[in-house]
């Protein structure tokens, strides 16, 4: 646990050298303000100037389960780009080796980001989301959210030989979450064609009031870790 704790730290202390990765962090509470704030003053604006019920107002809940993702997803590419930082530099072989180990290096690349993510959307979540959202839709979307962001980490250093091209697969790889929106703007069955994507189980679940959708996204997030995993292993 010690070795975990010092590696998380180190990991922490270079992200302070980087002031792009600092700011990712920072990310989540700056959006927060603009989701909670702005978007409603800008559908007030919408509607009285075309004279209609509702613009934005629909996707109330899809930026909320968006805003679920952000967290994990902005802590996860940060512990990323410090993956391949270190495997350009060749130090991550070697701190398998160490106490820290290989099982020890995940849970401080991987686990305790995550958990952090989990907590900081936890908090935050139920501060600026835009919908009623009951005690266990929070808990469900901070839990898919944080297996969101684990699954593009792991899609960022699988697909990437270093942090140029680490930036690009994530502009890629980000698009994983945009499968929440299918269930809100498509309605004919051509949906499910994208039904590997656990985000749109997610967007399912809240827009048909499904909690039992979010089962399935977690059976595939969980496969997608797992496959995506042993691929990262297998590189590195």
Known sequence: MKAIRLSFF??????R???MLFAACLAPILVGLLFRFAIPILEATLTEWFQISAVISPYYALIDIFFA???PVMFCFVSAMVCLEEADEKTAAYLFVTPL?????????FGVPAVAAFLITAVLLPV?????LSPVDIVLLTVGGTL????ISLLILSFSSNKLEGMAVTKLSALMIFGAAIPFIIKHNIQYVIFPLPSFWIGK???????LYMLIAFVLSALWIYFLLKCYLRKI
């Open 10 to 15: 180190q990991m922490v202390a270079f992200m």
């Open 148 to 151: 969101q962001g684990i699954i």
């Open 101 to 109: 180990e290989k099982n020890g290096y995940l849970a401080a690349r």
């Open 69 to 71: 993702m952000l967290s």
């Open 128 to 132: 600026f989301k835009l919908t009623p």
């Open 17 to 19: 050298r980087d002031m």
């Open 205 to 211: 679940a809240i827009y048909e009031n499904m909690p």
